[in-house]
């Protein structure tokens, strides 16, 4: 079994409503739902472009997937969740927006937003002691031949290349899109998620999403409010 720490807005907030519709499935319940065809894209291609988001589940990773350390337990980790959820207020991102991140569509902050990096550079460092090392199958997927060298360092001592300062806040929506079917899908998106785009996000909780099986679709298994009170409340 693999654990993955993310961001995830509550089971019935809307936006996760139509992202579990967009993808296919929602990571709560499991539940699947079905697709039409839109804008020229067919079921089967709108399957294909979506079925990685699916599989995770529509989340921002902020600890990638991990298994335990040997020494830790499942219930030592929620413990630590909980704790960290306790002593972290919530706050918002200013806006978000639809883009595309590399060649794959996302949900992406406008700009930068300071507090959002450090939220989640302190979480992958709290949640360090919990991971297992990668095995050379995990490394070798990951191509670190191909990675700059901090984001292979980061590889090799945190498990996962985007953090700290490579770290970027993303809730993907699609797997890559060609060239031709970019213009098409960035309208789509526009369309589907147009209630959510360039307002702000608010970042109030902490999800626990398994992986029970190699290959099978994630899903929640806890969902944690963030309860600090602001530093000037």
């Given amino acids: 079994m693999r654990y993955a720490i993310y961001f995830s ?28 065809a839109e804008h020229g894209l067919s079921v089967e291609e709108l399957d294909a472009l979506t079925a990685d988001p699916r599989r995770y589940g529509f989340h921002a990773t902020l600890k990638a997937p991990f298994r335990l350390a040997d020494g830790t337990s499942e219930a030592e980790l929620l413990t630590a969740l909980g704790d960290f959820a306790r002593k972290t207020a919530p706050f918002e991102i200013p806006s978000v927006v639809v883009s595309q991140h590399g060649r794959f569509f996302a949900l992406v902050p406008e700009v930068l937003h300071l507090p959002l990096q450090d939220f989640a550079g302190a979480l992958v460092q709290t949640f360090e002691p919990f991971r297992a090392a990668l095995s050379e199958a995990d490394i070798q997927r990951r191509k670190p031949d191909r990675l700059p060298q901090r984001q292979r360092e980061n590889l090799m001592q945190w498990g996962y290349p985007y953090v700290f300062d490579d770290f970027r806040f993303h809730m993907t929506l699609t797997m890559p899109v060609s060239e031709a079917q970019a213009p098409t899908m960035a309208n789509l998106l526009a369309e589907r998620f147009g209630d959510f785009i360039a307002r702000p996000l608010r970042i109030d909780s902490l999800t626990l999403a398994i992986e029970p ?11 944690l409010p963030l309860t600090a009170a602001q530093p000037n409340g």
Avoid at 216 to 223: C, I, Q, R
């Fill in 9 to 36: 807005p509550p089971a019935t907030d809307p936006l996760t409503r139509a992202a579990a519709v967009w993808l296919g499935r929602d990571a709560f319940t499991g539940e699947e739902y079905p697709r039409t």
């Fill in 213 to 223: 099986e190699p290959g099978a679709p994630f899903l929640v298994h806890s969902w």
